[in-house]
Each structure stands twice: as C-alpha cells, then as structure tokens.
C-alpha cells in the first residue's frame, strides 16, 4: 500500500480525494498496490466532509511522515506551494501537480532534485487539464522531432470568443457570463490577459526542446482588445479568432508567443469551441497529431493527478525520465516571426488601397453602412509589419493571421 496526502482541498484537491475513493479499485490494479488517503491539509475546515477524519493544518506532519510516498499538490500559486512541494521532494517523497505557475517558474529545480533523489515530480494535469499531453510528449512522441505546437489552453477565454463568435456578444458581456458560470475568476486578469496560456505554451516548449524555458521570455497579448466587429470580419472572410500559444522550432531557432489569430475553417482548431481546449503537435515523421478535451474542470483534471499517481506508485525507488534540463532555451524577438495580418482601416478602399501597397493585400473585406474596411496582408516578418503600420493613419485593429 502507498499512502497519499492532499495538499489543498479547492476544486481540484476535493477532485483528485474522490477519485482515489471512486475508482480506488481501477487504481489499485494499474498501480499494482493500494492508494491509501492519509492526510488532506488546508487551512479550513469542512465538517461534516468524509475527508474531516484526515484533514490536518500542519504542512510538517506531512513533511515528517515517511509513511506518506506521494503529495499531491493542488494549492495553485507559488505560496506556499513551491516551498512545500521542494521540501517534500527533499524529504523524499514524489510529488504530483497540477499547478502551471509552479512547473513554469520551477519545475527546472524541482525536477533536478526528483532526479537526484530518485524520486518523480509529475505535472500533466498542469497543461490541458484532463487532456494528456505532458505524457505523450515525453515518452509516445519520444522519437519524434517536435517541429510546432499551437494550442488553444484556456478555456475561459476560448468561452468568451466563442459567445462572442457565435451569438455576436460584446467581451465585457461575455466575461461577466464566464464569471457567473465559474469559468472565470472575479479578477480575470490571468486568463484574459493570456499569462494562463503564457506558463502553459512555456511548459510545452521546455517538453519539447529539452531545455528551460523562461516564460518571461514568450511575448503574450491577451483577448480584451477583441471586438464584436472583429469577429463580423472573420465571419465574412470564413475565419474565427481564437487565443492561441504557440512555439516554433525550426533551423536551430525556437520562437513561442501568445496572440489573438484568425484562423480559417480548414485549421483543425477552428472547431475548438466553448471551453473545450485543443493543442496541434507537429512531429518531423508523424505530422500533425491533434490532443483535444476538456482543459480544465474538477474531475477532468483529477483525472490527469491520478493517472500521475499510478505512475509515481510503479516506480517507488526510480526517477522516470521526463521534463527538460537546466541549460537555457533562448527564445526568437517576437519580430522575427512571420504571419498574415488583418488591418481595419478608416474610410473606404477606394480612397486608400494605394496607400496599403505595401502590405501586398491578399484580400480586401467590407462592412455594411461602415466607413472603414480591412485588408489580409501578404506574410510577413512582424518587424517589417511595424514598421509599416506605424506609417500609416487612420488603423483601426491588427490582429495576426494564421499562415
């Protein structure tokens, strides 16, 4: 038998505590032993809870048991989370997660000390909630060479531009919906401002280059600038507009950001709506390989923490080779990239398509009873882009275009 402690009963820790209880016995066989509850630690109190038995307040008991082998970490944050999680490595127990902040601002160090304590930190409810991709990148895709990935990781901000597609909502109606259905927290920032993705697409590099990656280093736009008049363009032109993370390793250069993108209906994650989450890996062999599900959610989730579990109960004395190395991964200007670009413009294209001819326009998309217009430009390399958009007057909204 393995004992198991809790850390953080939320969403997601009261998740991982019922799915250990409902599928104890499916566990039980595919970890070759028993998982046993010991401990849940937080700081409130829930009488009445059938886990009231074991909750304790004390990180220590958890720290100084040598009876509990695996700590599931579902604060989220990184206080006290990171401390807590690197003394239990320490201490040498495994540790699973589900908590992108901490993976992404030291999973490089905590993974060292997993590997020199043989024991195994384990994240693949970080990224995708209930989706594997952590996994699969590490050890089914292990003889590939991962050329791109582009995800969309947030399913709140997928809902917003979803209502805002479908049933023309403006954002602040469509956030304060997410809000009241528990999609979104009371301060959004996180999500609308793409830092959630931002950590995300920032793990999934590091999986995929071997190496760190500093999430500060991935320019990320957010979605509040995003219009329901944007969204009758991409109507018009076929297309939607999602919030994509995405990274780029090609001829020894890696690039990865976080941006609005207009994709077209034959993109496979168009149809990637609601608060599903959909994430494309190209493989230099394999080609595209489509990972989609449910990105977030209580048991979805719990459901990647226990799958985690089992594979930290099968090797109890053993690191299990996965995550990256602590030699930098440098990461392209974000000028460097290129892409198409939608441009709206004041006035009416025949008074100003001479003026944008320098942006080769592909296609050129007009409104009812509207003085403005937009052009798709050719691709191009986003410093050459800027450096002809601040020429010109009268520009109304950029968003980039999926090539």
């Known amino acids: 038998m393995m004992n198991v402690a809790i850390m953080g009963y939320g969403t997601i820790g009261s998740g991982v505590a019922e799915v250990l209880e409902k599928n104890k016995e499916k566990i039980a066989k595919a970890a070759g032993q028993e998982i046993a509850l010991k401990y849940v630690l937080d700081l409130r109190e829930f009488p009445g809870n059938p886990i009231e038995s074991k909750l304790i ?16 970490e579902t604060m989220g944050g990184l206080k006290p989370a990171y401390a807590f999680v690197k003394a239990c490595l320490l201490a040498g127990k495994h540790v699973v997660t589900s908590n992108k902040a901490l993976v992404a601002a030291h999973g490089t160090e905590l993974l060292e000390i997993a590997r020199e304590k043989q024991r195994n930190f384990l994240f693949e409810a970080s990224v995708g ?41 403006a ?18 920032e996180a999500d609308v401002e793409g830092h959630d993705t931002c950590r995300k697409i920032a793990i999934l590099t590091a999986m995929a280059t071997g190496k760190e990656v500093n999430y500060e280093d991935i320019y990320t736009e957010g979605i509040t600038r995003i219009s329901a008049t944007d969204f009758k363009y991409a109507d018009k032109m076929g297309m939607s507009i999602k919030l994509a993370g995405a990274s780029r390793m090609e001829n020894g250069r890696v690039s990865a950001y976080v941006v609005p993108l207009m994709m077209n209906k034959e993109h496979p994650l168009y149809t990637v709506s609601d608060v599903f989450n959909g994430i494309l890996v190209k493989g230099n062999m394999l080609g595209d390989s489509m990972f989609y599900g449910s990105g977030a959610g209580k048991l979805p989730t719990a459901s990647a923490v226990a799958a985690d579990i089992i594979d930290a109960a099968k090797h109890p004395d053993r ?24 441009i709206r413009v004041t006035g009416q294209p025949e008074e100003r398509i001479t003026e944008l001819m320098a942006f080769g326009p592909r296609e050129v998309v007009t409104l009812d009873k509207m003085d403005e217009f937009a052009i798709v430009s050719k691709p191009m390399h986003e410093y050459d882009f800027e450096e002809e958009v601040r020429r010109l007057d009268g520009v109304l909204k950029t968003i980039r275009v999926e090539l």
């Open 171 to 188: 954002f602040d109606a469509a956030l304060k919906e997410a809000q009241r259905l528990g999609y979104a927290e009371r301060n959004p």
């Open 319 to 342: 690191n299990v080779a996965m995550g990256w190395s602590a030699e930098k991964q440098e990461i392209s200007p974000m000028g460097a990239n290129m892409f198409r670009y939608f």
């Open 57 to 72: 307040h004390d990180f220590s008991i958890i720290e100084q048991d040598p009876d509990v082998q695996i700590v599931v």
């Open 129 to 169: 909630g209930g989706i594997p991709i952590i996994r699969p990148l590490s050890r089914c895709l292990m003889g590939e060479q991962i050329e791109a990935i582009t995800g969309i990781l947030n399913g709140t901000t997928n809902f917003i531009l979803t209502k805002m597609d479908k049933e023309g909502w």
